[in-house]
């Protein structure tokens, strides 16, 4: 826990002081930006604080090297160049006009994904990696897949920041809105119920127009009990987990953490 204590006076300041320069946050949204809503900007905040959270927990306070991992169009990116402003950020998404808005606009470092993400490298490792809201859309193959890039492309030490739908998902389907329509939801959740994973693909025509890079392996949402998203963390000899949070980015999606160094001395 000695790493914890030397972190914790750094990441304090620094989350003050992104608190308090908050005013200053780039509020640039690029014209396709189908995910800019009222919540948008609080959404990031809310990201920010699980950041902190699980830097604190690897005893990381200043990372030098980030990864946007599905960046999308920067909707966290804007926050991380706020919170960690000396900090190299490097975007990756599968679509170069989104990846090409964040390097414009908040100055980051351009990586094009893979559409199989099991093949995805990078020329640099990371020490935090912030992915929201992309294991949430992966098949099982995908799932583990992302998850082993993730590992991958850590730095000793580093942190992984990964958002899943847990079990909060299906209490939002039953009593609040809908992911997709009951029909398709309920094998998923019986899959959930009895593998601890389930995935609904709603790869529809609309979903082809909007992701037309997406074709091959289509998309949907997972559903990932915390049992098994700790599982496969827990067959990575090389990371430790470090903490599951359910409901822990914006009161909707679970929060895991992992990070190196690992449970078992390297070979």
């Known amino acids: 826990m000695f790493e914890v204590e030397l972190a914790l006076a750094p990441l304090a300041a620094q989350h003050a002081a992104y608190l308090a320069n908050y005013a200053a946050l780039n509020r640039t949204l690029a ?4 995910m800019a809503g009222d919540d948008y900007f609080n959404v990031g905040k809310s990201a920010v604080g699980a950041i902190i959270a699980a830097l604190l927990s690897a005893g990381v306070a200043s ?3 980030i990864l946007d991992l599905a960046c999308g169009n920067g909707r966290i990116t804007r926050h ?16 170069p006009e989104m990846v090409q808005f964040c390097v414009d606009t908040f100055g980051a470092r351009p990586a094009l994904s893979t559409e199989n993400l099991a093949e995805l490298r990078f ?10 809201s992309l294991l949430t859309h992966c098949d099982a193959a995908l799932f583990v ?37 009951d029909t398709l939801f309920r ?10 994973f389930g995935f609904i693909n709603t790869f529809d025509d609309e979903a082809k127009r909007l992701f037309p890079l997406n074709a091959n392996l289509g998309g949907g949402h997972s559903l990932s009990s915390a049992a098994y998203v ?38």
Not at 123 to 132: A, K, M
Not at 165 to 173: D, K, M
Not at 187 to 196: C, I, K, L, S
């Open 31 to 34: 014209a396709n930006d189908f």
């Open 63 to 65: 990372p030098r090297r």
């Open 80 to 95: 991380l160049a706020l919170l960690f402003p000396d900090a190299e950020i490097t975007v990756c998404d599968l679509y």
């Open 123 to 132: 020329d640099r490792d990371f020490d935090l990696i912030w992915c929201g």
């Open 145 to 181: 897949g992302a998850l082993h890039t993730m590992r991958r492309a850590l730095a000793t030490p580093g942190v992984a920041v990964a958002t899943v739908h847990g079990r909060r998902a299906l209490a939002l389907q039953h009593y609040a809105w809908k992911l997709c329509p």
């Open 187 to 196: 094998p998923a959740e019986r899959a959930f119920h009895r593998t601890g």
């Open 230 to 267: 700790s599982g496969l963390i827990a067959e990575m000899e090389d990371v430790a987990l470090l903490f599951y949070r359910e409901m822990g980015w914006n009161g909707h999606q679970d929060v895991v953490a992992f990070g190196t160094p690992g449970v078992f001395p390297a070979s």
